[in-house]
Structure formats: structure tokens, C-alpha cells
């Protein structure tokens, strides 16, 4: 069974920083994908970032092209997001997940909290 854990959220202020890490299980192969997206209540569900782990290639949202970088473990199968100069409007429940290419996710896991708030 595939798995996403993720940790790091909280209360940061605007302009702050913050990093998010997923840790996958269950995921069988070396070639796929994991990412985030974000939601909030009466809105759609945003792809944030995605990162393959065939070579590496990464794939961001438009509102947080710039802030935010997407790294992975591959051994560990790992990954972290940087979520650099915070907007209140990055507010939202993040969710780890995967596959993520094409910002399609078929697994998540409980969601982290992030409140970017003065």
C-alpha cells in the first residue's frame, strides 16, 4: 500500500519560511512522482509542486514559482518543500502525495496545516 506522511507546517508570518517533508512508502519502482497540492475550504484543490524522480525534473504552480523548491531523497524516497517569502494567501492544508505528473494524485496523506498570518 502506497503512503505519504507529511510534517513541518505551522504558524509563520508574512515574508517567513517554512519547509514541509513527505516521507513515501509502499511505492514500488524508481521512476514516480511526488508532490504537493493545497486546499482550502470552498476552493478547488491547487497543484503546488511535483518533482520526478527520473532525473529530477520539477514542475511548480504559477503562485509560488520562485518561493518554493522541491527537493528529493531518492534512497530515502523523501521530499521536502522549501517555502520561502509566505503570503497570506499560501493559507491553506498541504497535502503530499503522488503520482503528481500532470498534477493527478491517486495518493495522499493526512495533510499538514499552514497558516501565514501577521
Known amino acids: 500500500e502506497v503512503q505519504f506522511a507529511e510534517s513541518g507546517g505551522g504558524l509563520v508570518q508574512p515574508g517567513g519560511s517554512l519547509t514541509l517533508s513527505c516521507a513515501a512508502s509502499?511505492?514500488?519502482?524508481?521512476?514516480?512522482?511526488i508532490g504537493w497540492f493545497r486546499q482550502v475550504p470552498g476552493k478547488e484543490r491547487e497543484g503546488v509542486s511535483c518533482i520526478s524522480s527520473y532525473g529530477g525534473r520539477t514542475f511548480y504552480g504559477d503562485s509560488v514559482k520562485g518561493r518554493f523548491t522541491i527537493t528529493l531523497d531518492t534512497a530515502e524516497k523523501t521530499a521536502t518543500l522549501q517555502m520561502n517569502n509566505l503570503k497570506p494567501e499560501d493559507t491553506a492544508v498541504y497535502y503530499c502525495?503522488?503520482?503528481?505528473?500532470?498534477?493527478?494524485?491517486?495518493?495522499w496523506g493526512q495533510g499538514t496545516q499552514v497558516t501565514v498570518s501577521s
Open positions: 502525495g503522488g503520482p503528481c505528473l500532470g498534477w493527478i494524485w491517486d495518493y
Open positions: 509502499g511505492i514500488r519502482g524508481d521512476v514516480y512522482g
